[in-house]
């Protein structure tokens, strides 16, 4: 890589999670920019992800550990 490369990469590497996802999305993007209904719908699950993350932030939902939710789908389904 080259030093600016590397410069981005890292810098890259400092946001958050889901703005980097979004970030990857924008590179993907760029070397074919014709709609695609694939990017289309991860487009709307980081939308999606994006807006729980908020609700969460300003207390409007709960989150949940992995224990939790998978004994509910052990209870629900006698596993």
Known sequence: MTPHEERVFREALELPPLERAALIEQLF????????????????????????????????????SEEEIFADIDRKYNI
């Not at 695609?36 to 989150?63: F, K």
């Open 29 to 64: 993007r760029s070397f074919d920019p014709g709609p695609s209904p694939t990017l289309e719908i991860e487009a709307a699950w980081v939308s999606e992800a994006h807006e729980r993350m908020a609700a969460y932030d300003r207390g409007e939902i709960t989150a949940r």
